[in-house]
């Protein structure tokens, strides 16, 4: 059986598709613990070169001899959302202040492509958990 290794630190980061460098938040996250920033971030922006400059979140593994592993998860709900109705950005007073509308298909679409990441049992589910993301940032929700 194979000896597993110790974890000595998670980390978790938003890094935009392709676009890890040394600089924070990777720099300043992984540096601390001691281990080689490329080998995080060469394979990190070959990985996601096909979602370049998209908030991408990554945990990150790492391990007691500084060798890590790490996780590319899917884009943000709410990154979907905003370019699904092309906004820049959410309400600030999103009880107040509507700043778009998402469609049953739009709704269908985000939670197709987010189903993997969330822990949801059916489509059904994904739907109401990207909605109430929606609801969240200000934006009605087709019934």
């Known amino acids: ?19 890890a460098t040394p600089a924070p938040p990777v720099g300043s996250s992984l540096g ?19 979602r370049k400059g998209k908030p991408t979140p990554v945990s990150v593994t790492i391990y007691e001899d500084k060798s890590m592993s790490f996780t590319i998860k899917g884009t943000p709900t709410s990154t979907l959302i905003k370019e699904a109705l092309k906004l820049k ?3 600030g007073v999103p009880n107040k202040d509507k700043v778009g509308k998402l469609t049953k298909d739009q709704l269908t679409k985000i939670a197709e492509e987010k189903m993997n990441d969330l822990n949801a049992n059916d489509i059904e589910a994904a739907k109401k958990v990207v ?8 934006i009605e929700v087709e019934k």
């Open 32 to 50: 601390q613990h001691g281990v080689n920033m490329m080998d995080f971030i060469n394979p990190f922006n070959e990985q996601t070169a096909d």
């Open 131 to 138: 909605a109430g993301t929606a609801r969240s940032m200000g």
């Open 89 to 91: 950005k959410a309400s």
């Open 1 to 19: 059986m194979a000896e597993t290794k110790k974890i000595s630190a998670k980390v978790k980061m938003v890094i935009p598709g392709g676009g």
